[in-house]
């Protein structure tokens, strides 16, 4: 009997993850395979308006590492890919279509499909994996998002199919915990083969990283108005915030990087901010990945809230970082399974906040030892955010709140939400019923009134 042919699906939906698959093959961390399709899917909230990753600037330079690059909105149109699930019954007849559209032969013994997938715990690689059933799979991290549980509890028709987390290390020494409850094991992407990837990626901006008031600092625009976390004049705020705290610490020359959908007016408003403290001030509105201003900058300083980049900036670049507005965002984020909340969680605890000036400049590259330092808090805020899905994490998490639960780590937790998993620092529970009273809400709002 011939053997199948065997064919290698890799789902990506941003450039960064294209780059991460990218030096996952260049540092063989793939077998070999028949021929390698790239499903390229654009998750934009108006696909038609949003480039997707393989028209962006740099794609080209990656595109050679697949045989073939399919559309995974073409393969469903007219459903969008965030929104759309493929009804049970119906899932034959669409693993049936794409393999006819893509060529793949007629089932699993004909061509062996195999899956490398992101963000598997949602649609739309959720959808393709339910797709391809008998498929293996292995899933990729392309944030610090892997570093915390499973967000959803994964069906175990998917999550047992799931062979390994393929991941950067952008938090030396510390396991993510996702798909942690299926026993899959983590697997690290090379630093070096990252970096080179990246290298590849052009910059067609000619103009120069040093000036002459010396290498810049580089502002991370994120737009958390758009998760509702936020709202627009805050998230101004913010990022006037990060103008001021570069320009504190003596940085003359300043680039901001927008988020792709945030609104031009961000810009204008910081414009406005650098005129006044004399701040040399570009704006790189450009679709651009962070690490290619990384590798042709070489800024002084890199500050944002809570963004991937800081940590790759800090991490695989080794370069001075700084946070701010984390404080809000732990306050902010909810529910408390919000999936941000260990990205915000890590950068919070490893990163100088902007305004510690002394800080800021004492800092180091995150080593072997931060993780390890951060993972009893990572663990105890991972069970808090799904106790149901991680239950063997209880009595780690019942250690840490019971012993490091103080006025620097009240910050991570919710007393309402220790108070429903019955965890130390829980509302003794005699007074359990106050938060939800609403004659003690109505004289607490009258007291802050009298006393601001």
């Known amino acids: 009997?011939?053997?199948?042919?065997?064919?290698?699906?890799?789902?990506?939906?941003?450039?960064?993850?294209?780059?991460?698959?990218?030096?996952?093959?260049?540092?063989?961390?793939?077998?070999?395979?028949?021929?390698?399709?790239?499903?390229?899917?654009n998750n934009a909230p108006n696909p038609e308006t949003a480039p997707s990753p393989d028209r962006m600037p740099g794609f080209a330079r990656l595109r050679g590492r697949f045989d073939r690059v399919v559309s995974w909105n073409d393969a469903i149109r007219p459903f969008h890919p965030g929104g759309w699930t493929p009804r049970p019954d119906d899932a034959p007849l669409?693993?049936?279509?794409?393999?006819?559209?893509?060529?793949?032969?007629?089932?699993?013994?004909?061509?062996?499909v195999e899956l490398v997938l992101e963000s598997i715990q949602v649609h739309p690689a959720l959808a393709v994996a339910q797709l391809f059933p008998d498929a293996p799979?292995?899933?990729?991290?392309?944030?610090?998002?892997?570093?915390?549980?499973?967000?959803?509890?994964?069906?175990?028709?998917?999550?047992?199919?799931?062979?390994?987390?393929?991941?950067?290390?952008?938090v030396p020494g510390l396991r993510p915990l996702l798909l942690t409850e299926f026993g899959v094991e983590p697997e690290v992407v090379p630093t070096d083969a990252f970096r080179s990837v990246l290298r590849e990626l052009?910059?067609?901006?000619?103009?120069?990283?040093?000036?002459?008031e010396g290498a810049p600092a580089l502002l991370l625009g994120q737009y958390l108005a758009a998760l509702g976390i936020l709202t627009d004049e805050e998230e101004?705020?913010?990022?006037?915030?990060?103008?001021?705290?570069?320009?504190?610490?003596?940085?003359?020359?300043?680039?901001?990087?927008?988020?792709?959908?945030?609104?031009?007016?961000?810009?204008?408003t910081l414009e406005k901010e650098a005129g006044e403290l004399g701040v040399q001030l570009r704006v790189r509105d450009e679709p651009v990945l962070a690490e290619v201003l990384y590798e042709r900058l070489r800024p002084a300083l890199?500050?944002?809230?809570?963004?991937?980049?800081?940590?790759?900036?800090?991490t695989v670049y080794g370069l001075p970082v700084a946070r701010t507005g984390t404080d809000v965002l732990l306050d902010r984020l909810a529910p408390y399974q919000n999936s941000n909340r260990?990205?915000?969680?890590?950068?919070?605890?490893?990163?100088?906040?902007?305004?510690?000036?002394?800080?800021?400049?004492?800092?180091?590259?995150?080593?072997?030892?931060?993780?390890?330092?951060?993972?009893?808090?990572?663990?105890?805020?991972?069970?808090?955010?799904?106790?149901?899905?991680?239950?063997?994490?209880?009595?780690?998490?019942?250690?840490?709140?019971?012993?490091?639960?103080?006025?620097?780590?009240?910050?991570?937790?919710?007393?309402?939400?220790?108070?429903?998993?019955?965890?130390?620092?829980?509302?003794?529970?005699?007074?359990?019923?106050?938060?939800?009273?609403?004659?003690?809400?109505?004289?607490?709002?009258?007291v802050r009134r009298r006393l601001g």
């Open 1 to 41: 009997m011939t053997a199948p042919t065997r064919t290698q699906i890799f789902f990506v939906s941003t450039l960064y993850g294209a780059a991460t698959l990218a030096a996952a093959l260049d540092a063989g961390c793939f077998g070999p395979a028949d021929r390698r399709l790239l499903l390229v899917s």
């Open 342 to 446: 260990v990205p915000v969680t890590l950068v919070d605890a490893l990163l100088p906040d902007l305004a510690d000036a002394e800080a800021v400049r004492a800092w180091r590259a995150p080593g072997p030892g931060d993780g390890e330092a951060v993972a009893a808090l990572v663990r105890a805020v991972g069970f808090c955010m799904q106790a149901q899905i991680l239950p063997a994490l209880r009595p780690e998490a019942e250690r840490y709140l019971a012993t490091r639960l103080d006025a620097g780590t009240w910050r991570y937790f919710k007393r309402r939400r220790l108070t429903s998993l019955a965890l130390p620092g829980a509302v003794p529970a005699p007074l359990a019923f106050l938060p939800r009273n609403a004659a003690v809400r109505r004289v607490a709002r009258r």
């Open 137 to 170: 799979i292995d899933v990729y991290a392309d944030g610090l998002m892997s570093y915390g549980p499973t967000r959803n509890k994964l069906d175990p028709l998917v999550g047992s199919r799931v062979r390994r987390l393929l991941h950067l290390d952008l």
């Open 236 to 268: 101004e705020r913010l990022h006037v915030r990060m103008l001021r705290g570069a320009a504190g610490l003596g940085h003359r020359s300043v680039v901001f990087k927008p988020h792709p959908v945030a609104p031009a007016r961000y810009s204008r």
């Open 302 to 314: 890199v500050v944002g809230c809570f963004s991937t980049a800081l940590l790759t900036a800090a």
């Open 94 to 112: 669409w693993e049936r279509h794409l393999r006819m559209l893509w060529g793949l032969g007629e089932d699993q013994r004909q061509d062996a």
């Open 202 to 212: 052009p910059d067609d901006d000619p103009a120069p990283g040093e000036t002459r």
